[in-house]
Antibody
């Protein structure tokens, strides 16, 4: 069974750096047909793609957030890490990690999401 | 950046009716790279359709997708009570690689 699970702080202060971890099981981060993305959703709003990483370490970022994001992976630990610098209250959202299936070019499996609130 | 515009914003229908949701792209999108998701309150999105018209594993055949170029459609042939949710389209491939539409809320009339 393929699963993804997000972990990280529930509350961060403005200007702090957010670090989120996605732990995957049921597939390997070395699988060339799969990748992992981070996607967020502010309360009551639409989904926003943030970043992705593939087995060959290819990375891509949202144009508007590129300067604040870093994505990395530890294949041996089956983990993908996203850092976002200089957090602001507008970054309050549920953050999801999702598997990209390159055979479908879609996000076929999603984590449950983790809610992050930015407040002093 | 490709912008996806979904319409209507909200669709009010009754169980048993047919639902037609639209997704329009600001530039041509390869049909292979257009997907639809369903999201219920408090849950993560679920993949329904990929490649514009292929149903994901376990998705009932009352869900169908169609379209090409800049115009895509998700159709639910006969609405079941569990189908009332928010639906998003998504495109993969252009820079940035992924964008989502703003969503269509399907509500019970």
């Amino acid at each position: 069974q393929v699963t993804l699970k997000e972990s990280g702080p529930v509350l961060v202060k403005p200007t702090e750096t957010l670090t989120l971890t996605c732990t995957v099981s049921g597939f390997s981060l070395s699988n060339a047909r799969m990748g992992v993305s981070w996607i967020r959703q502010p309360p009551g709003k639409a989904l926003e793609w943030l970043a992705h990483i593939f087995s060959n370490d290819e990375k891509s970022y949202s144009t508007s957030l590129k300067s604040r994001l870093t994505i990395s992976k530890d294949t041996s630990k089956s983990q993908v890490v996203l850092t976002m610098t200089n957090m602001d209250p507008v970054d309050t959202a549920t953050y999801y990690c999702a598997r990209i299936n390159l055979l479908a070019h879609a996000f076929d499996i999603w984590g449950q999401g983790t809610m992050v609130t930015v407040s002093s | 950046e490709i912008v996806l515009t979904q319409s209507p914003g909200t669709l009010s229908l009754s169980p048993g009716e047919r639902a037609t949701l639209s997704c329009r792209a600001s530039q041509s999108v390869s049909s292979s790279y257009l997907a639809w998701y369903q999201q219920k309150p408090g849950q993560a999105p679920r993949l329904l359709i990929y490649g514009a018209s292929s149903r994901a594993t376990g998705i009932p055949d009352r869900f169908s997708g169609s379209g090409s170029g800049t115009d895509f459609t998700l159709t639910i042939s006969r609405l079941e009570p569990e189908d009332f949710a928010v639906y998003y389209c998504q495109q993969y491939g252009s820079s940035p690689p992924n964008t989502f539409g703003q969503g269509t809320k399907l509500e019970i009339k």
